[in-house]
């Protein structure tokens, strides 16, 4: 994933995140950049928004390896992560508990394109 300043007639890269398995979903909530990859192994990964260090995981009980879309939350201070394999949307609480809820929703659900 790059970070882009477009504030001038030529964008430049400013920050790029590590490489790893292919980005499922990227959101940003105050310093905070979280991002999904496949095969995340249960994980969003959070870096820092200024300098796009690596700053911790959050563990996601029962996501799956496939999540298509992650959405951050000002108002709820919450993250929603799509779960593709297991027809679900987690929500993640960013509180110091990181407490996760879990909705079952139809089928397959994807970040709008």
Known sequence: MLCVDSNFNTPNVTHVIPKGNNIGGEASLGDDVFVVRYNSQQKIEVYDANTFTLQRHITV?????????????????????????????????????????????????????
């Open 61 to 113: 009980p029962g996501f799956g390896d496939r999540s298509f879309g992650l959405a951050a939350c000002p108002y709820n201070n919450c993250l929603y992560a799509s779960n593709w394999n297991n027809n679900s949307v987690h929500r993640v609480d960013l509180s110091a508990s990181n407490a996760v809820m879990k909705w079952s929703v139809a089928r397959w659900p994807v970040r709008e394109q």
